[in-house]
């Protein structure tokens, strides 16, 4: 019999300071990428319990080793489940000594995999490892376990911390081209806003409503990038990860995805083109945004804040679904949105804004595709790679979306960039069909009673032959009324 305590380390290149209280068996097992890292224990203690110390007990074995190297820790016998301890089968078969973790030497370096065993003596309840270091030197995954093979070490506890550093600082090996990579994204945020905010204080005359709220998403997307960036910095400099500063990195982007998904959605019901208001649909948004903003808050605090191996597939899994629920809704009310608008504009002839709705719903659809493949790539990648083995290229799989945000926006920025014609696109400036004759009645009734005033009118290619022929009608009786 044998038990497998976890104790936190790090999942990590570089490493990782934790220090939790007091662990029961047993826990996923974490990992530790590295590249040429220097490792030790510091007040790692284990406690067994009363029953074991008059019983005597055996060691608690920790076990470094690389995840390549991971078939030559333990053996199964007969084809029966795998056991780390070795049994009296495995005794036979192996010829290991029973009730010892059965290793065998790496093909690459005969000390690895690395076992250090810590024994209780006498009828102590505790027993101490050793502050000691462990280098590492070659690249790669590595885990870190605590076995107890004595079944009387079952109810043990264990409490303490492992650092792990690599010499470029504490970020683990998944995280650490994150830092370079947020340097990037703050600097495309950066160009992107130098662009914007010049277009937007030239012509801020003119600037729509729609446009402050791009304006509010270009802001909040640098300042999530610069922090993002600041979070990675200070990780790797202390090794920690304090639990406001993530928290409020976490915060602002899920207030950045909430409100982009609903800039998105307003942009597709024609808000400010087709329609001044969203009217009675003005709450049903806010609170969709309310909640999706809740849902990934909720998401990337257990995800980001305190932490840092990933959470496990079961707990990610239940906080995955709401958000993915609600993208899955957004997506659904946005193209069935999007679809009227263009009816709406084809109907009303508008050929400039029908032109910009349809370079929109064509961006709008390969970010949608895009999406789908990726997430289809993202399955892939994790169900082939169960020991994470590929983790130098695992950042990719956050940094895409962030990358996809982003060119969305750009897109966006482009469509409705700020310029004097601006107004073009308003609701404001649009007479549509419906409302000829309300314009015509208010044409004669300025005729009647503006002496003195001066009429402003609409310019609309559809009325351009109506006010012809009523100028060449006006001119008719005036040259009668002169020869009369």
Known sequence: MSEILTFSPAAARASSLLSPPLLRPPNPTPSITAVLISGRFENITFWRTRTAAKRGTGPVHVIIFEAADRDNIGGSAYGGQRAICCTADLAKIEGCKQGEILRRPSATDINWPVILDVRFKGKSKTANLDSKGVTIRKTGMYNLIFVACDPNLKDMFMSGKTIWKNPDGYLPGRMAPLKKFYVFMTLAYVCLSIIWFLQYWRFWNDVLQLQHCITAVIALGLFEMFLWYLEYVNFNNTGMRPVGITTLVVTVGAIRKAISRLLILCVSMGYGVVRPTLGGLTSKVLLLGFTYFLASELLNITEYVGTINDVSGRARLLLVLPDAFLDAFLILWIFTSLSR???????????????????????????????????????????????????????????????????????????????????????????????????AQSLTKGKHEGQGGELSMVKQEKNVGRDAHLDVDNESEEEEDKRE
């Open 341 to 439: 608008t263009l009816e709406q504009l084809q109907a009303k002839r508008s050929s400039v804004k029908l032109d910009i709705y349809r370079k929109f719903s064509n961006a709008l659809a390969v970010t949608v595709i895009s999406s789908v493949v990726w997430i289809g790539y993202e399955v892939y990648f994790k169900a082939t790679d169960p020991f994470n083995e590929r983790w130098q290229s695992a950042w990719i799989i956050t940094a895409f979306w962030d990358i996809l945000a982003f060119g969305l926006l750009c897109v966006i920025c482009y469509l409705w960039a700020p310029s004097q014609s601006s107004q073009r696109y308003a609701y404001s400036e649009e007479v549509g069909e419906e409302s000829d004759d309300e314009e």
